[in-house]
C-alpha cells in the first residue's frame, strides 16, 4: 500500500494531462488513502476497489504499472497492453521469475528506481514510435494457453 501511494505521487509528476485508474482491490484503507491525497489538476484519479472487469479495464488503457504478481503480467500480455513492472523493491523469489520473463522477452520494462516512473510512464505516452515498438513486441511474442498445452503436458509426462 505504502508503494502504490508513492507510485501515484510519482505519476504526479507527469507534466501532461493523464487519467490514471489506480486498482486498490479489497484494500480499503488503500483506497481512503488514495482518495484524500491531494492530486495535481492535471491528473485525473480514478480509485476502484475490487473489480471482476480487470480485462475490460486492459483493453482501454495505454499502460499499465503493475507489481510483478504473474496474474496480472500475463493477463497485460494476453491483452497487449505495454508494461511498467515494479522491481523497486525487493521482489518476492516466486515473482523474480516473472521480472526475468519480461525482461528477457522485451515485454516490459522493469522499474529499478522509483524515480524513473514519470520519464518511462511518458515516455509510453508521449512517443508513438516507442509506444508502437512495445506494442509489436507484445503482439508478435507467442501466447500459448494453457487449456491448448495442457494435453500435451499430460501426454509427455505419461509418455501416452
Request: glycine share 4%.
Amino acid at each position: 500500500a505504502k508503494r502504490a501511494l508513492r507510485f501515484v505521487r510519482m505519476l504526479d509528476r507527469i507534466e501532461l494531462p493523464v487519467n490514471l485508474l489506480i486498482g486498490t482491490g479489497r484494500n480499503k484503507k488503500l483506497y481512503d488513502q488514495l482518495a484524500a491525497l491531494p492530486s495535481m489538476p492535471h491528473v485525473k484519479r480514478h480509485i476502484m476497489g475490487h473489480t471482476e472487469r480487470i480485462d475490460e479495464l486492459m483493453g482501454a488503457a495505454d499502460l499499465l504499472v503493475t507489481k510483478s504478481g504473474p496474474g496480472t503480467i500475463f493477463e497485460a500480455l494476453h491483452s497487449e497492453l505495454p508494461m511498467i513492472v515494479d522491481a523497486t523493491t525487493r521482489v518476492i523469489r516466486w515473482e523474480a521469475m516473472n521480472i526475468s520473463f519480461v525482461e528477457e522477452h522485451d515485454l516490459a520494462v522493469v522499474l529499478r528506481r522509483l524515480d524513473d516512473l514519470p520519464h518511462l510512464a511518458c515516455r509510453y505516452l508521449c512517443d508513438d514510435a516507442y509506444r508502437d515498438e512495445r506494442r509489436r513486441a507484445l503482439r508478435a511474442f507467442d501466447k500459448r494457453l494453457f487449456l491448448d498445452e495442457f494435453p500435451a503436458l499430460v501426454r509427455d509426462i505419461t509418455g501416452g
